[in-house]
């Protein structure tokens, strides 16, 4: 006997729009697997859920699909569409949804794997699956859909079972979203930072070193631009910069509880009947540093910053580019203070947050707080106290917060801080952490007031988060187009004709007397494909230099989007220049 489910107790149009969607896209897997069983009545079908942007279904097929097929698939999903089928489903027991599966393998391996004696059994038409459930009405409420690419999936994403073809489609409420998903995508492959690194000559990845980036030498003033602006604020905010070792003894670990939280994403190794750790992040060093001496409460609050390579054991799977590695560095610090500081020092963390985002062109952030997460330490209490201050300190300064709950560190609460890119896209950044274990693990006290020890407080702060992921997204939201003050090249001098090196090499070396970053493009190749070529540098200035120009001790003037500003004399140039840099304009993208 079976049981009707209560899947449309409530009519489609009432749900919630998330919910909407999520039924949308997890019924169009169901008319995909339906459109690939008519054009392969042998397939075997396996798994197909719904995903961000739309949905997927895996298949074992009789030969690969191409193009056309998918545009085959997608004209017979629009005849379910038409035809406004029915959803229905049913609790069926095990032994019942054998027989209707019992030519489908991978079907049946579900079935195995279920705990309960029934299972969700969902049909349209003719069409059956093995489903939880979670659908619209109707096969004419998919919204907008399109098939999008294959791609293969491990059965399980076990690569010792079969591989399987993975049919991708993309979905969304209306033509009108899904168009503009579309455009959205085309702008972030024009700006996939793996791309423009190569393009721009900023960085490279080799499997030699996987998940750990080369930095080519433009690359590299990129990357000591930010850490020496990042240095000039910690001078400003009362930072002291530390350098701690790379590896420990895991009794630092075991200590800090990384070990038994953090252990399987962390290089561990045996070495003279040690065992050692490579360092994932700067917290316990700059624990063992505060620990090893005396502190009264006139040092505090105690702000250590640390630029030291951190080296993180990401699955293969997981690796991309610059946003995901294995080896990073990180704005990172830490700071000790008493609870009468902590609202200040949350204050002033958000004052730099704000300096840095504004400087970078990042606009105003979006605030959530990541709340206690399964694994974690501290008692409940401490984690509704932590989460509470850090909640008020928000409030405090005058901003708003989401909750994200579940999702904090294992050892407090955090917020963190998100923008949107120049293409729509949000990424987390910045975060700041209240620490509930590593003061008590480690034993940290000052002396107070009253004579007194007491344990300080203990924030966790990054403000770009890794170096290298910060680049991959800012490479992306800019689409290369660094600010002056942050571009390896600032300005390329052109001469016209070879007569001209002498002058172009004269107006190079006035410019860098001022501290600015210039080369001059002596090659074969006529002016305008210079000029061509700098503009895909994306070079922010171009100087181009002639006859007339070198007579009047000045330079042609372009801006990296081609327009003539003109002859300009070249100590205006370095007038101009010096001051985008040094006032951080980010107003040429």
Same mark, same amino acid.
């Given at each position: 006997?079976?049981?009707?489910?209560?899947?449309?107790?409530?009519?489609?149009?009432?749900?919630?729009?998330?919910?909407?969607?999520?039924?949308?896209?997890?019924?169009?897997?169901?008319? %995909?697997?339906?459109?690939?069983?008519?054009?392969?009545?042998?397939?075997?079908?396996?798994?197909?859920?719904?995903?961000?942007?739309?949905?997927?279904?895996?298949?074992? %097929?009789?030969?690969?699909?191409?193009?056309?097929?998918?545009?085959?698939?997608?004209?017979?999903?629009?005849?379910? +569409?038409?035809?406004?089928?029915?959803?229905?489903?049913?609790?069926?027991?095990?032994?019942?949804?054998?027989?209707?599966?019992?030519?489908?393998?991978?079907?049946?391996?579900?079935?195995?794997?279920?705990?309960?004696?029934?299972?969700?059994?969902?049909?349209?038409?003719?069409?059956?699956?093995?489903?939880?459930?979670?659908?619209?009405?109707?096969?004419?409420?998919?919204?907008?859909?399109?098939?999008?690419? +294959?791609?293969?999936?491990?059965?399980?994403?076990?690569?010792?079972?079969?591989?399987?073809?993975?049919?991708? !489609?993309?979905?969304?409420?209306?033509?009108?979203?899904?168009?503009?998903?579309?455009?959205?995508?085309?702008?972030?492959?024009?700006?996939?930072?793996?791309?423009?690194?190569?393009?721009?000559? %900023?960085?490279?990845?080799?499997?030699?070193?996987?998940?750990?980036?080369?930095?080519?030498?433009?690359?590299?003033?990129?990357?000591?631009?930010?850490?020496?602006?990042?240095?000039?604020?910690?001078?400003?905010?009362?930072?002291?910069?530390? +350098?701690?070792?790379?590896?420990?003894?895991?009794?630092?670990?075991?200590?800090?509880?990384?070990?038994?939280?953090?252990?399987?994403?962390?290089?561990?190794?045996?070495?003279?009947?040690?065992?050692?750790?490579?360092?994932?992040?700067?917290?316990? *060093?700059?624990?063992?540093?505060?620990?090893?001496?005396?502190?009264?409460?006139?040092?505090?609050?105690?702000?250590?910053?640390?630029?030291? /390579?951190?080296?993180?054991?990401?699955?293969? *799977?997981?690796?991309?580019?610059?946003?995901?590695?294995?080896?990073?560095?990180?704005?990172?610090?830490?700071?000790?203070?008493?609870?009468?500081?902590?609202?200040?020092?949350?204050?002033?963390?958000?004052?730099?947050?704000?300096?840095?985002?504004?400087?970078?062109?990042?606009?105003?952030?979006?605030?959530?707080?990541?709340?206690?997460?399964?694994?974690?330490?501290?008692?409940?209490?401490?984690?509704?106290?932590?989460?509470?201050?850090?909640?008020?300190?928000?409030?405090?300064?005058?901003?708003?917060?989401?909750?994200?709950?579940?999702?904090?560190?294992?050892?407090?609460?955090?917020?963190?801080?998100?923008?949107?890119?120049?293409?729509?896209?949000?990424?987390?950044?910045?975060?700041?952490?209240?620490?509930?274990?590593?003061?008590?693990?480690? !034993?940290?006290?000052?002396?107070?007031?009253?004579?007194?020890?007491?344990?300080?407080?203990?924030?966790?702060?990054?403000?770009?988060?890794?170096?290298?992921?910060?680049?991959?997204?800012?490479?992306?939201?800019?689409?290369?187009?660094?600010?002056?003050?942050?571009?390896?090249?600032?300005?390329?001098?052109?001469?016209?004709?070879?007569?001209?090196?002498?002058?172009?090499?004269?107006?190079?070396?006035?410019?860098?007397? /001022?501290?600015?970053?210039?080369?001059?493009?002596?090659?074969?190749?006529?002016?305008?494909?210079?000029?061509?070529?700098?503009?895909?540098?994306?070079?922010?200035?171009?100087?181009? +230099?002639?006859?007339?120009?070198?007579?009047?001790?000045?330079?042609?003037?372009?801006?990296?989007?081609?327009?003539?500003?003109?002859?300009?004399?070249?100590?205006?140039?370095?007038?101009?220049?010096?001051?985008?840099?040094?006032?951080?304009?980010?107003?040429?993208?």
């Amino acid at each position: 006997m079976s049981d009707q489910t209560n899947e449309h107790a409530v009519a489609f149009k009432d749900l919630p729009p998330e919910e909407r969607l999520f039924r949308m896209r997890h019924s169009a897997a169901h008319v %995909l697997a339906e459109a690939v069983l008519e054009m392969f009545p042998e397939a075997k079908y396996a798994i197909g859920p719904p995903v961000d942007n739309g949905f997927y279904y895996d298949f074992d %097929l009789p030969r690969t699909l191409n193009p056309d097929d998918l545009q085959t698939l997608e004209a017979r999903m629009r005849q379910s +569409v038409k035809a406004n089928l029915p959803i229905t489903g049913e609790q069926i027991p095990k032994d019942r949804a054998r027989e209707i599966f019992k030519d489908q393998p991978y079907k049946l391996e579900l079935i195995d794997g279920i705990e309960d004696d029934t299972v969700g059994h969902f049909m349209h038409g003719g069409f059956e699956d093995l489903c939880r459930g979670g659908h619209t009405e109707t096969t004419g409420q998919l919204g907008a859909f399109k098939l999008d690419r +294959v791609a293969g999936a491990y059965w399980r994403g076990d690569e010792k079972n079969p591989m399987l073809q993975r049919v991708y !489609g993309l979905l969304f409420p209306t033509k009108e979203e899904l168009a503009a998903y579309e455009h959205q995508r085309e702008e972030a492959e024009k700006r996939d930072h793996r791309r423009l690194g190569r393009e721009l000559d %900023l960085f490279h990845l080799d499997p030699i070193a996987p998940g750990a980036p080369f930095w080519h030498p433009k690359g590299t003033l990129l990357y000591n631009g930010l850490v020496d602006y990042m240095r000039e604020l910690y001078r400003e905010y009362g930072y002291d910069e530390v +350098v701690t070792p790379q590896l420990f003894n895991v009794d630092l670990w075991k200590t800090s509880g990384h070990y038994q939280n953090f252990a399987d994403d962390m290089y561990m190794f045996e070495s003279d009947d040690e065992e050692i750790g490579v360092k994932p992040m700067n917290c316990p *060093g700059h624990c063992h540093y505060f620990a090893s001496g005396h502190h009264s409460y006139r040092e505090l609050p105690l702000r250590l910053a640390e630029f030291t /390579r951190l080296h993180r054991n990401e699955r293969s *799977g997981v690796l991309h580019g610059l946003t995901r590695v294995r080896a990073f560095s990180q704005d990172d610090a830490h700071i000790y203070c008493t609870p009468d500081q902590f609202d200040e020092e949350i204050f002033s963390v958000f004052r730099m947050i704000e300096r840095v985002y504004t400087d970078l062109g990042l606009g105003e952030p979006t605030i959530r707080l990541a709340t206690r997460p399964e694994k974690a330490v501290g008692s409940a209490e401490d984690w509704e106290r932590a989460t509470e201050l850090l909640g008020a300190s928000v409030t405090s300064a005058g901003k708003e917060y989401t909750l994200a709950p579940g999702e904090g560190a294992f050892y407090g609460p955090k917020l963190e801080f998100h923008f949107k890119d120049a293409i729509g896209r949000s990424w987390q950044l910045g975060t700041v952490q209240v620490d509930l274990g590593m003061p008590a693990s480690f !034993g940290l006290r000052y002396i107070g007031e009253d004579g007194e020890e007491h344990q300080p407080m203990m924030i966790h702060r990054a403000i770009l988060g890794s170096l290298e992921r910060f680049i991959g997204v800012y490479i992306e939201h800019t689409g290369g187009h660094f600010p002056l003050w942050l571009a390896p090249v600032q300005a390329v001098v052109i001469p016209i004709a070879d007569r001209h090196l002498d002058y172009a090499g004269t107006v190079r070396a006035q410019l860098q007397a /001022r501290g600015l970053r210039v080369q001059v493009d002596d090659g074969p190749d006529r002016m305008g494909a210079k000029i061509r070529k700098a503009q895909l540098q994306k070079v922010p200035y171009m100087l181009v +230099v002639g006859d007339r120009e070198q007579e009047q001790q000045a330079a042609a003037l372009r801006d990296r989007t081609g327009d003539d500003l003109g002859a300009v004399p070249i100590f205006q140039i370095g007038d101009r220049m010096v001051d985008e840099r040094d006032t951080r304009s980010v107003q040429a993208r």
